[in-house]
């Protein structure tokens, strides 16, 4: 994996959790957009989570404006076949090769069996495209070796065509169908198509803005790529590339490898990642459509990156339409990912959503329709949104790749499991596991997990705080819904939990809201209305479950430590459903099928193998 240069300004790690557990915004958690020098690595605990897309932006290298008030020359290029002619000042043709070397606005049409060539220093060339078809079969069809900006200027109207060489140099410096060693606009409402037969379709050694034009691309590596960044603002851009799609790959600059979209459409598939940027990726209006490694029914490469979106420090996805279908993980990041607005769809043949460190969700929705485990991170905070998982695994993990090494002794967690391990009563995710600096923290918001695997999952601690969970978990006794190594709260919200009954996790018995848990003599089928109701007969929760299930653990205000609750089978569910949980019902002839006391794990549970 490519190490990674950018890092956040030092705040401790106890600062920034406090401040994303509390659910705060990115102004009132302690500000941490300020860059320092960049190091071998991102430290994903140094990483905010919490930062929106301005804040972001705002630390990075600032998107180029294309054009110049300088205009220059303005003339024109007719394209010949082999050769071309031009009467501008500043424009040389020998042959096939057409060399501008000042700055201006030059209109190209025709065709050519050769390259232009920019070699104008510290200048900004505009080249309008108007019917032009460039290919080179030695080079690149456009490469401006110097230049300070590169503007191509698609006419309106017009159709154009770029593609180079089959082949290039290992070490060779231009390796683009389209190709500038400054910082490279495509504008205009014109189409472009572009093929990189050697190498990368468009690459830009600094900037590669896209503000407008019906740009297709197709190259046997890279499709987009900019040093500095890929800044994509309108258009329509489809790409189809044998390595990444759209690339930002300066490792250097801890302000520059990003990538951005603020609007157009853009469409990519890759063999490789969909979006890699080495730093940071920000979407704030726009659809982007990636389809990664041939989608999520592909097994990941062992020596593919095959990521759908995959940033070095932080992704946030604050607004626009976002797909992802891809082998491997279908948004990835070294650091932390923030949804904060988008519309975001995912498919993945592992991961929907992995960050080495925060995974705040803030706002819009998150929907993991297929996913070995849907949502992974260190620290996972939903503060609001809607978020639907559906994985074969785990629903949410809260894990990383360190454990503490320090467990937590089961006496002290009295509730948190059934019996069934050595020493009774209740432990830790059953008694004794690790218990790492990982946690999972509902305060807000609608969760609804379908999971083959454990449902909501933590190597650490785990807290709801508001909101509304649905837990649709596992039918084996392998796993439960609920799967918490150490501390699991409820204060506040509403949490229903459905699965087997071989692994049942509890929350804590000095919860500050009441909960009940109940194993069942027997499992009940899928489809089947499941009634709670308090000791008056009220109907507390009404609940329809997706699969067979054995152990419901519910948790509401309308619930009362201590006090007794039934559950029953049959009655009617009606009104609004999340994920199962109806908003209202009644018992009709329903049949009791147990009878609980609030705040009291049942007994029978078989203890906990180790988490991943």
């Not at 630390?59 to 050769?83: F, M, P, Q, Y």
């Not at 095959?306 to 279908?325: N, Q």
């Not at 209305?529 to 309308?558: E, L, R, Y």
Request: net charge negative.
């Amino acid at each position: 994996m490519r190490l990674r240069k950018k890092v956040l300004a030092a705040v401790s790690s106890l600062v920034l959790a406090t401040a994303v557990l509390a659910g705060c915004s990115t102004s009132d958690a302690t500000t941490a957009a300020t860059e320092v020098a960049a190091t071998s690595t991102v430290d994903a605990s140094a990483v905010d989570g919490t930062q929106n897309a301005a804040t972001v932006l705002a630390a990075n290298k600032e998107v180029h404006t294309a054009g110049s008030d300088d205009a220059g020359t303005t003339g024109t290029i007719e394209l010949t076949g082999d050769s071309a002619t031009s009467s501008a000042e500043g424009v040389k043709v020998d042959g096939s090769t057409v060399t501008i070397t000042a700055a201006g606005t030059y209109t190209i049409s025709g065709k050519l069996a050769g390259q232009i060539v920019v070699t104008a220093p510290d200048a900004t060339v505009t080249l309008i495209l108007d019917g032009a078809e460039i290919t080179s079969s030695t080079t690149a069809a456009i490469a401006a070796t110097e230049v300070k900006e590169l503007v191509v200027e698609l006419a309106d109207g017009s159709s154009n065509t770029l593609s180079d060489a089959s082949t290039y140099a290992e070490d060779a410096d231009v390796n683009a169908a389209l190709f500038s060693a400054g910082d490279l606009t495509i504008t205009g409402d014109g189409k472009l198509t572009v093929t990189g037969n050697g190498n990368d379709g468009i690459a830009s050694k600094d900037g590669l803005l896209v503000e407008s034009g019906t740009v297709t691309v197709t190259a046997k590596d890279d499709g987009l790529r900019g040093k500095d960044y890929v800044a994509v603002s309108g258009g329509t851009i489809t790409v189809t590339a044998g390595g990444d799609g759209l690339k930002a790959d300066n490792t250097e600059d801890a302000d520059s490898g990003y990538v951005s979209v603020s609007g157009g459409t853009v469409e990519v598939t890759s063999q490789g990642d969909g979006v890699d940027a080495a730093t940071d990726i920000v979407v704030t209006k726009g659809t982007l459509t990636i389809a990664a490694g041939g989608g999520h029914s592909v097994k990941p490469s062992d020596d593919t990156s095959a990521k759908g979106l995959k940033s070095g420090v932080i992704t946030v996805l604050e607004g626009g339409t976002v797909f992802v279908d891809s082998s491997d993980d279908a948004v990835h990041t070294d650091g932390a990912v923030h949804f904060n607005g988008a519309k975001v769809t995912v498919a993945s043949g592992d991961d929907g959503v992995h960050a080495e460190g925060q995974q705040i969700i803030d706002a819009g929705s998150l929907e993991v329709t297929s996913a070995v485990e849907g949502l992974e991170a260190a620290v996972f905070v939903l503060n609001d949104g809607t978020v639907h998982v559906v994985s074969s695994d785990d629903g949410i993990n809260g894990a990383g790749g360190t454990t503490s090494t320090d467990t937590t002794d089961t006496a002290d967690q009295g509730g948190q499991q059934g019996g069934g391990f050595p020493g009774g009563g209740g432990g830790p995710g059953g008694g004794g596991e690790e218990v790492g600096d990982f946690s999972v923290t509902i305060n807000g918001g609608s969760l609804v997990i379908d999971s083959e695997g454990d449902g909501l999952d933590s190597n650490g601690v785990a807290s709801i705080t508001g909101g509304t969970v649905v837990v649709n978990g596992p039918e084996g006794n392998g796993n439960g819904a609920l799967d918490v190594n150490g501390t699991f709260t409820v204060s506040g919200g509403t949490l229903l939990a459905a699965g087997s009954s071989g692994m049942v996790v509890t929350p804590s018995t000095d919860s500050e809201q009441g909960w009940i848990s109940a194993t069942l003599d027997s499992t009940i089928a899928a489809g089947t209305t499941v009634q709670i109701a308090d000791s008056d007969g009220t109907v507390v929760a009404t609940f329809v479950t997706s699969k067979s299930v054995q152990n419901i653990t519910f948790s509401s205000s309308k619930i009362t430590s201590g006090e007794s609750y039934t559950v029953y089978t049959g009655g009617t569910a009606s009104g609004a459903s999340t994920g199962g949980l109806a908003a209202s019902g009644s018992l009709g002839s329903a049949t009791k099928v147990a009878t609980v006391t609030a705040g009291q794990a049942p007994a029978g549970g078989q203890g906990r193998r180790g988490n991943r």
